[in-house]
């Protein structure tokens, strides 16, 4: 990965963890979270007049735009239901950690190539083992069914729509640097296409859950400041995460390296939101680190 890609992830790792705990703080849903897509789409549409390219895309393109759509609403429903029950100091890392995993597999299973070393795999094992020692307290609550809570479950939700969209926007960007268009600009169009494209599939999941309803009315009246400021944190995140794409060959990569926010988050989750850490949380996410660094580093 070269110093732009490192650069521009690096920075997208600081705002992700930002929004995060944002979202956290002003009552986790899946309504406020549609209001943030909806708020970042509407700051960053300028782009789509600034660059034009994106009107003459191939018929391709907008399937793999409406699966990205899906693949990310998935994400923040799974988000939005899991910070509602647990702790972001445990739920974030997860998130965070687990797709490290699994988008190298989900390449090498839809015909890719599996571009990792011995190091890599031993990155792989280390944030694995941080995963399953994040949600217990001490070593002797170790047991299956310590994991099996709606908290957990709707993590591995927002788990599948992170492996999800990582997979097809990247197959997104390729087309449209295909076509002619530069990383930049193609990242910068397709940060508020997917927006767009989330949000139509977001909207109607509210109108169909009545709690979802309430919500939403309630967002929007009360939270609209924060709906847009976080809104612009996410689209700017991603935006800047698709930028990197396009000067790396290996999803994969890009993947691990956002994964910089999770002590970035779980900081903040602990002095913001006064979420308290157990020492064996606290060694689980050094390991996680220490697995993030080995999978980053070439």
């Known amino acids: 990965m070269n110093s732009l890609a490192l650069t521009l992830v690096l920075v997208s790792a600081c705002l992700h963890a930002g929004w995060n705990l944002l979202g956290k703080k002003q ?53 939005a239901w899991a910070y509602a029950r647990g702790d972001v100091s445990v739920l974030y890392p997860l998130v965070r950690g687990l797709p490290v995993i699994i988008v190298p597999w989900v390449g090498l299973w839809l015909g890719g190539y599996l571009y ?15 995963c399953v020692l ?39 960007i390729d087309l449209m640097r295909q076509e002619g268009m530069t990383a930049f600009s193609a990242g910068m169009v ?27 009315r309630q967002q929007w009246t009360s939270n609209k400041r924060v709906c847009m400021m976080a809104g612009a944190m996410v689209l700017a995140t991603y935006g800047l995460v698709l930028v990197a794409m396009g000067h790396t060959q290996d999803v994969s990569y890009v993947v691990a390296l956002r994964q910089a926010s999770i002590p ?28 993030l660094v080995l999978v980053a580093l070439p």
């Open 134 to 172: 994040l949600p217990l307290r001490r070593l002797n609550d170790f047991h299956w069914r310590f994991y099996m809570t709606p908290a957990l479950g709707f993590m591995l939700l927002a788990v599948l729509g992170t492996v999800g969209y990582s997979w097809v926007d990247k197959q997104a």
């Open 264 to 291: 970035i988050g779980a900081l903040l989750a602990v002095v913001w939101l006064k979420e308290v850490l157990p020492p064996l949380k606290w060694i689980a996410l050094s390991v996680m680190m220490l697995g």
């Open 27 to 79: 009552q986790p849903s899946l309504a406020l979270f549609t209001l943030m897509m909806l708020a970042g789409g509407i700051v960053f549409s300028p782009w789509l007049l600034i660059y034009r390219d994106w009107l003459a895309l191939p018929l391709e393109f907008w399937g793999i735009w409406l699966l990205s759509g899906a693949f990310q609403g998935i994400y923040m429903a799974g988000l």
């Open 190 to 216: 397709f940060m508020v296409l997917q927006a767009w494209s989330a949000f139509f599939w977001m909207l109607p999941s509210c109108f169909m859950l009545t709690s979802e309803r309430k919500a939403l």
């Open 116 to 130: 990792l070393s011995a190091q890599d795999g031993l990155g792989m094992f280390l944030i694995f083992a941080a």
